[in-house]
Nanobody
Framework: VQLVESGGGLVQPGGSLRLSCAGS????????MGWYRQAPGKQRELVAV???????NYADSVKGRFTISRDNGENTVYLQMNSLKPEDTAVYYC?????????WGQGTQVTVSS
């Protein structure tokens, strides 16, 4: 199973980015897919997660600014990030899980700076 993220980059404060994560190699649909991030010198933290049959869950720091979504029937997840702040700067990782097994992508850098 492989998860490949894309869409990171450099953006000015107040700008937007859309991250994508495409999963391949699995015969089954992941039960849950989500985004985590890790800033320099900090622990990796949950940003948003979307699970089958449940309301998406967001970190308090991104509520109202970020939106997670999935393609129906596909192992692809997106993160729309609006009103970006310098403190959103981090490497963003995609995570997917099924049957107690979790998979991680390689990460994509998001830098918010003027």
């Amino acid at each position: 199973v492989q998860l490949v993220e894309s869409g990171g980059g450099l953006v000015q404060p107040g700008g937007s980015l859309r991250l994508s994560c495409a999963g391949s190699g699995s015969l089954f649909r992941f039960n849950a897919m989500g985004w985590y991030r890790q800033a320099p010198g900090k622990q990796r933290e949950l940003v948003a997660v979307i699970s089958s049959g449940r309301t998406p869950n967001y970190a308090d720091s991104v509520k109202g600014r970020f939106t997670i979504s999935r393609d129906n029937g596909e192992n692809t997840v997106y993160l729309q990030m609006n009103s970006l702040k310098p403190e959103d700067t981090a490497v963003y990782y995609c995570k997917a899980g099924r049957g107690g097994i979790n998979y991680w992508g390689q990460g994509t850098q998001v830098t918010v700076s003027s």
